[in-house]
């Protein structure tokens, strides 16, 4: 009989047994000692001269370098270099093959990503982040609760542990006084770092449960955005507005932007366009008009849609609006100016000290 044996990753053996009447025939293959079975391995790296461990087993070898006689299988690669984080790569070496592995090592005085990987953190997927004067880190999960990072410890927050209202976290923002608003779909928490203040339709006149934005002006007042309208409270007083009671097109606030340099309030909403609201008195509305073309530098009374994501204002009252879709996102100085992006899709935009932080569907843009 002419018997094929397969393996994955292997090359095909083809062997020979011979049957006789009353006989069982046997036959041993030691893969190990046939070099026709081995695989190579090549490993790259920018910069050069990355220590390799190959499946948790330090090596002596440094890149660049080529690997022979390695039995077929999955390798577990990591690639170690100080002041660079650690690089991870699993590969295929397979019979009478050479694999490849190129790999450009992170700079840690660039960029600090915290992933599952390499951290505490319980999910790559997060919801919004905020950094409270203390320097701790706060992060949002959908679907996990709060979680906060000090440097040293990993902390959960959920609905298990502590009286965050929800586990699903749309927005978190901090407050002047060094508070945490969490936006949730089940209402808002603010957390002072001790005890914990929950508004939902229930016990407050929040509008909806549905908390996507939060803001603070100069005078004391809050704003919050949610899913039915803008909520507004000035010494403990809330005011409501929504599409039937004020200029707003919608009511859905998507985002929240304040001018202090301007005493403006700005407001995203979802399928409304814009809204400014000057000194908590004059309205002005923007929306869309797909017969106006907006040019750099100039007025216009339209948006390019009335599906605006997001709003942000830098520290000289310039703002910046995104709209999730192929419209991008537009300068506005004060009024609504010019293109800026025509071609993606965008997700946030945010303002801070180094400049405008735009966010797509692929990445973060400075």
Do not use: H
Request: charged share 15%; glycine share 8%; hydrophobic share 35%.
């Amino acid at each position: 009989y002419k018997l094929t044996l397969k393996k994955e990753y292997f090359k095909d053996t083809n062997i020979v047994v011979s049957v006789d009447l009353n006989s069982v025939p046997s036959k041993f293959l030691d893969y190990t000692t046939n070099p026709n079975m081995l695989g190579t391995l090549q490993i790259s790296t920018d910069p050069l001269g990355v220590s390799i461990i190959i499946n948790d087993s330090l090596t002596n070898l440094r890149t660049p370098t080529k690997i022979n006689k390695l039995l077929p299988g999955l390798y577990n690669i990591r690639l170690k270099l100080t002041g660079y984080w650690d690089g991870f790569q699993q590969i295929a070496i397979t019979s009478q093959r050479d694999s490849y592995i190129n790999y450009r090592m992170k700079d840690t005085s660039l960029w600090v990503p915290f992933t599952t990987a390499n951290s505490g953190i319980p999910t790559n997927e997060l919801t919004s982040l905020a950094v409270d004067n203390n320097g701790i880190k706060w992060m949002g999960t959908w679907g996990l609760g709060l979680i906060s990072f000090d440097e040293k410890e990993w902390k959960l927050f959920d609905i298990s542990n502590s009286s965050i209202c929800s586990n699903y976290i749309n927005k978190i923002v901090l407050a002047p006084d060094n508070s945490l608003w969490i936006g949730t779909d089940m209402g808002m928490s603010i957390f002072n770092g001790t005890s914990w203040t929950t508004y939902n339709t229930s016990n407050s006149p929040l509008p909806n449960n549905e908390v996507l934005s939060f803001g603070f002006d100069n005078f004391g007042r809050s704003y919050i955005g949610t899913g039915s309208g803008l909520a507004i409270i000035e010494n403990n007083v809330w005011t409501i507005y929504n599409s039937s009671n004020s200029p707003l097109r919608a009511s859905k606030i998507t985002s929240i932007g304040i001018s202090t340099a301007n005493n403006e309030v700005w407001l995203a909403s979802y399928t409304g366009g814009v809204a400014r609201i000057f000194n908590k008195k004059t309205w002005t509305a923007w929306t869309s008009n797909p017969n106006v073309v907006i040019y750099q530098n100039t007025v216009s009374k339209y948006l390019l849609t009335n599906y605006v994501q997001a709003v942000a204002v830098n520290q000289s009252g310039d703002v910046w609006v995104s709209m999730n879709t192929s419209a991008g996102f537009i300068y506005v100085v004060p009024k609504i100016g010019g293109n800026g992006n025509p071609k993606n899709t965008l997700g946030d935009v945010q303002a801070g000290g180094a400049g405008i932080f735009v966010r797509s569907s692929e990445k973060w843009s400075l």
